[in-house]
């Protein structure tokens, strides 16, 4: 989450290297900007198991858990609705201006999906939650998309970032759910949804599945889970040994697999989710998470990370909040000095932009306010 804030950030500074920057839809490649959003899928699919399991050790059937995955998935693709039509938002012919409808919309998210005290009482609670509903709604009737030639209301462009997250999230959750978490069921699903990617972007075959598009979310997400999967029941045994052999086994062969598919679908591609994007970056992540459990649960390391805690604590309200911080800016026609918006400046800018967003967020659940999704 610390690196999607620098990421997203980083995109408006000018003169910073290529590797930094995303790559070209057409270009064979991809820079650290195009790793990010697929190790965000990755991780989703590595709490997969320890969430579901935390409904069910509170007692949740199936029912119970299926309705919370549902409404998990449609929180995040309603907000996702919402952020990709603002980038075609019409600011001539709104009645509103862009960051106002930026700044309201995103109060109606927090107003809906806040993590509510306990000790509220209902009448309060769904007060503030129907008055969430009605502004999104309100604001939804207001929207102004298009050009002036060309009206547009809302429609699904893309599903966005949280959009795409969303769908991803409601096919691998409930494949989770109905395996009961069995490792080979996984792995078959997971063989399955790779070859939905790797057979469109070789042509072998033309077909775009509702929901599951060419799976490639689908496939990082679910791989999440079966690592996770895998980490349980070994650790669990107390089959160390075996478990650091496997991860770095798998690691190093899910980004040989992208390098060896890499000339017959499609090169690596972000921006068309060809199967060597997927694998070279699920390789990259689930090396990247190897160390991080040997820092963490091997050396007790886990206080390095303290500064950003928050950034895994309330991740969405870390998503949402750089989505007020510019719209604010915005308003009081702020704009970063030339030396900040442009070279080794800019980069370093876009670190404390990302510190900035994570203290925000600090000091939001200082305060009880969190979104909870």
């Not at 042509?203 to 490639?216: E, K, N, Q, T, V």
């Not at 886990?302 to 750089?322: E, H």
């Amino acid at each position: 989450m610390f690196l999607m804030i620098f990421v997203n950030d980083v995109a408006g500074v000018a003169n910073i290297p290529a590797w930094i920057e995303h790559t070209a839809a057409d270009v064979d490649g991809m820079g650290f900007s195009d790793l990010i959003f697929p190790a965000f899928l990755f991780i989703v699919g590595l709490s997969l198991p320890f969430a579901i399991q935390s409904r069910k050790d509170k007692g949740a059937g199936l029912l119970s858990i299926s309705g919370y995955i549902a409404l998990r998935a449609l929180a995040l693709i309603v907000m996702g609705f919402f952020h990709v039509n603002l980038e075609n938002y019409n600011h001539h012919s709104a009645l509103l201006p862009y960051p106002v409808y930026t700044i309201l919309i995103t109060i109606g998210f927090l107003l809906v999906w806040l993590d509510y005290p306990a000790d509220i009482s209902k009448i309060k609670k769904n007060g503030f939650v129907g008055m969430g509903i009605v502004l999104i709604a309100v604001l939804a009737l207001l929207y102004k998309g298009g050009s002036a030639e060309n009206p547009e209301g809302l429609k699904p462009h893309w599903w966005g970032i949280l959009g795409i997250i969303g769908w991803a999230y409601l096919v691998s959750a409930f494949v989770y759910l109905f395996s009961k978490g069995n490792i080979v069921v996984l792995m078959l699903a997971f063989v399955a949804f790779a070859a939905i990617n790797v057979t469109v972007h070789m042509g072998i075959f033309h077909y775009h599945l509702w929901i599951i598009g060419d799976a490639s979310s689908i496939t990082l997400m679910i791989g999440g889970a079966l690592i996770t999967s895998m980490y349980k029941k070994l650790i669990g045994n107390k089959k160390y040994l075996d478990f650091w052999i496997l991860i770095v086994f798998y690691g190093l062969l899910s980004f040989a697999f992208g390098m060896f598919i890499r000339p017959y679908a499609g090169g690596i591609s972000k921006i068309y989710a060809t199967p060597a994007w997927i694998f070279v970056c699920m390789g990259i992540t689930i090396l990247v998470f190897a160390l991080l459990i040997y820092l963490i649960d091997v050396r007790q390391k886990k206080d390095w990370f303290k500064l950003i805690k928050p950034a895994g604590t309330s991740t969405l309200t870390c998503y949402l909040i750089p989505y007020l911080l510019y719209a604010i800016f915005s308003l009081v026609h702020f704009r970063f000095p030339h030396f900040l918006s442009s070279g080794i400046g800019g980069i370093i800018r876009s670190f404390l932009v990302a510190f900035l967003v994570i203290g925000i967020v600090y000091f939001l659940e200082k305060k009880k306010l969190r979104l909870k999704v």
